[in-house]
């Protein structure tokens, strides 16, 4: 495969066949005596093009990359002003998975340039850019904090977990052959990622950021690749029009938690809560 187009793959989240053009949709989520539902879905990107990878700021700070005339940028949605606009980007290539620093100083996003090098960039208010991790070519990340950044890097057409500590500018290859959902766990002192287990599945982990050891929480339904953590012990993903929900103590099988309006949202892929965990942003096909 060329590699130009191998990068790309990996980056627009190797979507299938009929799902080349995804839209971010966002919506509340309540909670009542009766349960919780999910309330005023809406298209937020509502564009032709590749729309994906969201993710929260804040509350009322959503990030995602979006198309910009035919080039991937980073853009931004204010619930309280109520407008989207372009956040930032280089003319010199596309912006994936844009997340704000834990610092709130500016927005981390991986950069695949025109020229095919693809690094972790710091994106200032101003617009100047600086590489985050020289000489890793980064494809998906987390932080766990302002100074430790998980993911993986791409290596030899594989993805390989890493722990890079800013302060020691030290990168930690810790395995092999993973996937591409990395969050730091709320409450918690990990971050979770998945790896393809023997029947081709992928199963979710947990590594402990004290002592860089991983712990297996999960299977993932069949075909999913992406998850979110609605809470510090509830896992959600998306199938369809339908989200399902794994709660870690109980250890039981996925259970539905709601239905989406098939006519508005379907292929839900990617999830993202807000902080407090009354806003998810969706990532699923048009209807």
Known sequence: ??????????????????????DVFI???????????????????????YDNQPSFGT???????????GQTDIFQMHSRMGRKMRAGGSLAGGEYSPQLMPDESGIAAVRLDTTGLQRLYR???????TVLIPDLMVAYFTFYDANQIVGCYIEDETLNLFVHKLDEAKTYTLLKDVGRSFHKVPGQNSVSYTATNEQGQQDVYLLDMDSLESFFVTQLPIGVNDYAWLNDSELIVGSNSSLFVYDTFDKKDWEKFADLDANVITDISRIAISPSGKRIALVGIPK
């Open 1 to 22: 495969m060329n590699r130009l187009l191998y990068l790309l793959t990996l980056l627009c989240g190797s979507l299938a066949f009929g799902q080349t053009n995804p």
């Open 27 to 49: 919506a509340s989520i309540d909670t009542d005596e009766e349960g919780t539902t999910i309330s005023g879905l809406q298209n937020l990107s509502n564009d032709p093009g």
């Open 123 to 129: 994106y200032e208010r101003s617009g100047k850019s």
């Open 59 to 69: 509350d009322n700070l959503l990030l995602y990359a979006g198309n910009n005339d």
